[in-house]
């Protein structure tokens, strides 16, 4: 049996992001990530934990557990892949949130697409309504105004788009340079991490 890690400190502005990694949602991705840096929060995701090894399942529970909070998409509930079968990597990882939610502040805020289709596909959660996002970055943008946005301060929905917009062009750069096609890797997802944290400091979002 592998020993557990130490819990590690948790960052009071970190967000875990278990969303779905694929062609379609990578430009809400890049929404998430300008957005929640728009926000003064700083994003984590899978993507940070290494794909080999037989603790990665620990890793990924101990970066959620040092994010104060963690932002879960619902929406990829059909069928995918060459084997045709569900998706259960975000339901999974929601259940690890949850499980956070038991033993400390840790705070979890739920995606879908369309409004209603979470009664069908997790009706456990009926009491803890999803932010609906439509399939757009826009969408995605305005859910994250909708969980993290405090009265004082809070960014226009277009000075959220401006830092949008320069990550879309800086990952399909690096898209290019790496020749893979979407902006799912852990050298991209940091190269783009620190971006969107410089270009909110240069627009004064955030010090």
């Not at 899978?46 to 959620?64: D, H, Q, T």
Request: aromatic content about 8%; glycine content about 8%; hydrophobic content about 40%.
């Amino acid at each position: 049996m592998i020993p557990a890690e130490p819990p590690a400190p948790v960052d009071g502005q970190g967000v875990f992001l278990n969303v779905p990694f694929d062609a379609d949602y990578a430009p809400l991705f890049l929404a998430l990530i300008a957005g929640l840096t728009a926000l003064g929060r700083t994003p984590h995701c899978v993507l940070e934990a290494p794909s080999g090894g037989r603790n990665r399942l620990e890793r990924i529970f101990g970066l959620m557990e040092s994010c104060s909070a963690s932002i879960h998409d619902l929406s990829r509930v059909t069928l995918s892949g060459p084997h045709g079968v569900p998706r259960f990597n975000m339901p999974f990882e929601l259940g690890m949130a949850y499980a956070l939610t038991r033993k400390s502040a840790h705070e979890f805020f739920v995606l879908e697409e369309r409004p209603f289709r979470l009664q069908a596909s997790l009706s456990d959660l009926n009491s803890h309504d999803p932010h609906i996002h439509d399939g757009t970055p826009s969408g995605a943008l305005r859910c994250l105004l909708g969980c993290f946005a405090t009265p004082s301060g809070v960014p226009s929905m277009q000075a959220l788009e401006a830092v949008k917009r320069h990550l879309d062009k800086l990952a399909l750069k690096l898209q290019r340079e790496m020749r893979i096609a979407g902006p799912f890797h852990p050298y991209i997802f940091r190269r783009i991490v620190t971006a969107a944290i410089q270009i909110a400091r240069h627009r004064n979002l955030i010090q």
